[in-house]
């Protein structure tokens, strides 16, 4: 079955330090895959998308995220975490053959401490 | 360009009351979809639209209608509303070469 799976639910971090969010999917097929950013009470942005290009794939705010087929996995990072990046960010797949149907993980919530 | 917008932004509703929750969108995209977020379950897929006067279901679409006359609207519908209906509700669009979806504000709505 295909699906898309968010290892952690809540990520804390300090200011500065770096930020790993990670995003697992389960498919026989390369997918499209995205990351959007829910900020509180606001809707969906997306921060970066994979859709068979490079590998490693550049996003908004500092944000950039890595294609690995052998891993199946698309974990975010950002190298120093900025209290603006408290939210919580949706790992999204569009698997292959499934039209306009997108599948979302649960989400992590990611918390910056000074 | 406004993009995506909600109405309303908050709902109360009693049990068995209806009502119509508004998205329109002013970029022109072909794909609009409603999704409802609750909490550690991500975002569901309600029903979506490929064009004006054409609708499909999606995961969860049991309790709602919709329909599309225009391609900037794609209300949603509530015939009956249910506590199990309680959420936020998105809605969003997108132009059919791209899978980048463009989402509203949210409504949130409480059935008692």
């Known amino acids: 079955a295909q699906s898309v799976t968010q290892l952690d639910s809540h990520v804390s971090v300090s200011e500065g330090t770096p930020v790993l969010l990670r995003c697992n999917y389960s498919?026989?097929?390369?997918?499209?895959l995205f990351w959007y950013v829910q900020h509180p009470n606001k809707g969906l942005q997306l921060l970066l998308k994979y859709t068979s290009a490079a590998t490693l794939v550049k996003g908004i705010n500092g944000f950039e995220a890595e294609f690995k087929k052998s891993e199946t996995s698309f974990h975010l990072t950002k190298p120093s975490a900025h209290m603006s990046d408290a939210a919580e960010y949706f790992c999204v797949v569009r698997f292959t053959g499934t039209a306009s149907k997108l599948t979302f993980g649960t989400g992590t919530r990611l918390q910056v401490t000074l | 360009n406004a993009g995506v917008t909600q109405t309303p932004k908050f709902q109360v509703l009693k049990t068995g009351q209806s009502m119509t929750l508004q998205c329109a969108q002013d970029?022109?995209?072909?794909?609009m979809s409603w999704y409802r977020q609750d909490p550690g379950m991500g975002l569901r897929l309600i029903h979506y639209?490929?064009?004006?006067?054409?609708?499909d279901q999606g995961e969860v679409p049991n309790g709602y209608n919709v329909s599309r006359s225009t391609t900037e609207d794609f209300p949603l519908r509530l015939l009956s509303a249910a506590p199990s209906q309680t959420s936020v509700y998105f809605c969003?669009?997108?132009?059919?070469?791209?899978?980048?979806?463009?989402f509203g504000p949210g409504t949130r709505l409480t059935v008692t």
């Open positions: 498919s026989s097929y390369s997918p499209s």
């Open positions: 970029m022109n995209h072909e794909y």
């Open positions: 969003a669009s997108r132009r059919k070469e791209t899978y980048e979806q463009y």
């Open positions: 639209s490929v064009g004006a006067g054409i609708t």
